[in-house]
């Protein structure tokens, strides 16, 4: 099992460039999570999918929007990056509540 | 919402010594409280939950302590060895709430 993948594991991008971060769990998990981690500020909640076809904002949503495509994949978008964004986002996902959550191996993300 | 607060932010030992990082958090409803370490450059990964209705839990080399009253909880590496370095996380949920996880501890473990 590959667990959860994420794509890319690099990227830079330009201010007011757009992209997609993709993630996909082969483990059959209802929930799926997005997080940025920022030096000294842990593990942020950006957004979230409890089930298939829900979507709900986490602590820090704001510049991005989410697509929960089917119950493998979630995806992350910022429509318009600004050097504030830039940071190394994880997905994850787990089975639901108080469940181990498995993450992927993380995307480095530099807005210049 | 919940708040979690985690110390120290660095710490470092001697192998063989033993290291304790502390967690405390704001709503007397969280039920959950996992820890995740993560290594340089790797994705976090859990090494140990316990949850409210117990108030110890041991694994190896590893423990973690629940006092509800005090709001707080703590993971114990004994004996801890150089591939223990890395960053722990603390967190914590209730119900059906995500987590929210505490600022990190970087563990320094010195040969």
């Known amino acids: 099992n590959a667990g959860v993948t994420q794509t890319p594991k690099f990227q830079v991008l330009k201010t007011g460039q757009s992209m997609t971060l993709q993630c996909a769990q082969d483990?059959?998990?209802?929930?799926m999570y997005w997080y940025r981690q920022d030096p000294g500020m842990g593990l942020r909640l950006i957004y979230y999918?409890?089930?298939?076809?829900?979507?709900d904002k986490g602590e820090v949503p704001n510049g991005y929007n989410v697509s929960r495509l089917n119950k493998r994949e979630f995806s992350l978008r910022l429509e318009s990056a600004a050097p504030s964004q830039t940071s190394v986002y994880f997905c994850?996902?787990?089975?639901?509540?108080?469940?181990?959550?498995?993450f992927g191996q993380g995307t480095r993300l530099t807005v210049v | 919402g919940e708040n979690v607060e985690q110390h120290p932010s660095t710490l470092s030992v001697q192998e063989g010594d033993s290291a304790v990082i502390k967690c405390t958090y704001s709503?007397?409803?969280?039920?959950?409280f996992p820890w995740y370490k993560q290594e340089l450059g790797k994705r976090p990964q859990l090494i140990i939950d316990?949850?409210?209705?117990?108030g110890e839990k041991k694994d190896q080399r590893i423990a973690v302590t629940l006092n509800k009253t005090a709001k707080h909880f703590s993971l114990h590496i004994t004996e801890t060895q150089p591939e223990d370095s890395a960053v722990y996380f603390c967190?914590?949920?209730?119900?059906?709430?995500?987590?929210?996880f505490g600022k990190g501890t970087m563990l320094l473990v010195s040969p």
């Open positions: 994850a996902s787990d089975q639901g509540r108080h469940t181990e959550a498995f």
């Open positions: 483990m059959n998990h209802n929930s």
């Open positions: 999918s409890a089930s298939e076809g829900t979507t």
């Open positions: 709503d007397s409803a969280s039920n959950y």
């Open positions: 316990i949850r409210s209705n117990v």
């Open positions: 967190a914590a949920s209730m119900g059906y709430s995500t987590l929210t």
